[in-house]
């Protein structure tokens, strides 16, 4: 496995040197960080299924090293910290930001402000657009906060930063 990794990487690496456009160029690289993360998975899998025959494994052992080889815990942490942080943006919004923005308008409040537009019917259809423009604000906060997230974990090398070219 590991020959055949480097010589992935050798033949990548030659393809680098011949390539005459930035689109050829990026395409490579994603083609090796693709073919690094198949080799990593099949060495993954290969050692999830392959159990030596006097080495048998619970249900739960099992179930374990699923967990832990393909990320699941991290994954449902991550989960659950961003749907923590979506509550706080939630109540900074509609506790912070909505009165504030309710100042300035005649309604008093975000929530409140609509258009009543007359239909066919001789009756007002009503749009309630505060809603809307609350959650606008919401998402951009959330879009705001999670931006800022990537850029500091990007800086400190703990997530890869896709937006930069790859160092040779």
Known sequence: MVETRVNLSIRIRELYCKTSSTE???GLRELRIYTNSLIVASVHASTFMAASPEEKRT???EFVFFLKTFGVIGLAIAFVIGQAASAL?????KDIINPFIGLFLPA???????????????????FKIGDLISSIINFIVIALVVFVAYKQL?????????TKGEKK
């Open 24 to 26: 050829e160029f990026t």
């Open 59 to 61: 249900f739960i052992q």
């Open 89 to 93: 943006v939630n109540a900074f919004v």
């Open 108 to 126: 008093g409040s975000l929530a409140a402000v609509t258009i009543k537009v007359p239909n066919l019917a001789g009756s007002t259809s009503e």
């Open 154 to 162: 990007s800086r400190y090398g703990i997530v890869e930063d896709k």
